[in-house]
């Protein structure tokens, strides 16, 4: 009893803190996974388009291709916190003064596109090519292909990876902390260091994280049953100028 009641008292002495702390690593986690997913549907888009003839467009595709593969692979084979430090000092070496929050959100967002772009490459390559031919009998081209008819599938088909990445963006912004962005870790850890009452700190920070992951998960299920539509479906038969149910 004593813990809980010294760590509702720090939370009452510091809740503006720890609120402001939670809404800086959701927005993190909202921008990165937006920026995220538009990324991977590029590079997706990128990567499927057909190479038949070998002239100057076809060379300068290959090499842009090589260029979004090499940044999937080195963003997916290095730890986040080594991108952050990479990406703000780098560019302060450079003599570039940036917002330690931008430089988080651009972090997070390439981070996220880098694991985007696999989960809509295998969204793409799930889909039938049966309809990739209909599409191209009516005279479609391969970005009309993708916008009318793919990329909604795919869209659907990766919705619950994609659910999965915002929750991981929630906790992984705690990472971002190695640059001074004051995101809910931070605040936590400055609180307790003021406090001395570490386990206190972080206990109210474990809360706050489970309510925003906790939250995310039960609307985003929710969201995917929205768009399943109905369990179940009935099918009628219309005979004549009578409409009857299927099994009457």
């Given at each position: 009893?004593?813990?809980?009641?010294?760590?509702?008292?720090?939370?009452?002495?510091?809740?503006?803190?720890?609120?402001?702390?939670?809404?800086?690593?959701l927005?993190?986690?909202?921008?990165?996974?937006?920026?995220?997913?538009?990324?991977?549907?590029?590079?997706?888009?990128?990567?499927?388009?057909?190479?038949?003839?070998?002239?100057?467009?076809?060379?300068?595709?290959?090499?842009?291709?090589?260029?979004?593969?090499?940044?999937?692979?080195?963003?997916?084979?290095?730890?986040?916190?080594v991108?952050?430090?990479v990406?703000?000092y780098?560019?302060?070496?450079?003599?570039?003064?940036?917002?330690r929050?931008?430089?988080?959100s651009?972090?997070?967002?390439?981070?996220?596109g880098?694991?985007?772009?696999?989960?809509?490459?295998?969204?793409?390559?799930?889909?039938?090519?049966?309809?990739?031919?209909?599409?191209?009998?009516?005279?479609?081209?391969?970005?009309?292909?993708?916008?009318?008819?793919?990329?909604?599938?795919?869209?659907?088909?990766?919705?619950?990876?994609?659910?999965?990445?915002?929750?991981?963006?929630?906790?992984?912004?705690?990472?971002?902390?190695?640059?001074?962005?004051?995101?809910?870790?931070?605040?936590?850890?400055?609180?307790?260091?003021?406090?001395?009452?570490?386990i206190?700190?972080?206990?109210?920070?474990?809360?706050?994280?489970?309510?925003?992951?906790?939250?995310?998960?039960?609307?985003?299920?929710?969201?995917?049953?929205?768009?399943?539509?109905?369990?179940?479906?009935?099918?009628?038969?219309?005979?004549?100028?009578?409409?009857?149910?299927?099994?009457e």
């Amino acid at each position: 009893m004593a813990f809980l009641e010294s760590s509702w008292n720090l939370f009452t002495n510091n809740w503006d803190l720890f609120v402001r702390g939670a809404w800086t690593a959701l927005l993190l986690a909202i921008i990165g996974t937006i920026c995220g997913t538009l990324i991977g549907f590029f590079i997706g888009i990128m990567h499927t388009i057909p190479q038949r003839k070998k002239n100057v467009k076809s060379i300068v595709l290959k090499v842009f291709n090589f260029i979004l593969t090499s940044y999937v692979e080195i963003f997916r084979g290095t730890p986040m916190m080594v991108q952050a430090m990479v990406v703000f000092y780098g560019l302060v070496y450079l003599g570039i003064d940036i917002d330690r929050f931008l430089a988080a959100s651009v972090v997070i967002s390439l981070n996220t596109g880098a694991y985007m772009a696999e989960y809509v490459r295998g969204g793409i390559v799930s889909i039938d090519k049966g309809q990739f031919e209909a599409a191209q009998a009516i005279g479609m081209n391969h970005l009309q292909t993708m916008i009318h008819i793919v990329l909604p599938q795919v869209a659907r088909n990766i919705l619950p990876a994609t659910g999965n990445q915002f929750v991981m963006n929630i906790k992984d912004s705690s990472v971002l902390s190695v640059i001074s962005v004051v995101e809910l870790f931070f605040t936590a850890n400055s609180i307790a260091g003021s406090n001395y009452k570490y386990i206190e700190a972080f206990f109210i920070a474990t809360i706050l994280y489970f309510i925003m992951t906790f939250t995310v998960t039960r609307f985003l299920l929710l969201f995917e049953k929205k768009m399943d539509g109905p369990s179940s479906y009935k099918v009628e038969l219309i005979t004549g100028n009578k409409l009857e149910k299927d099994g009457e």
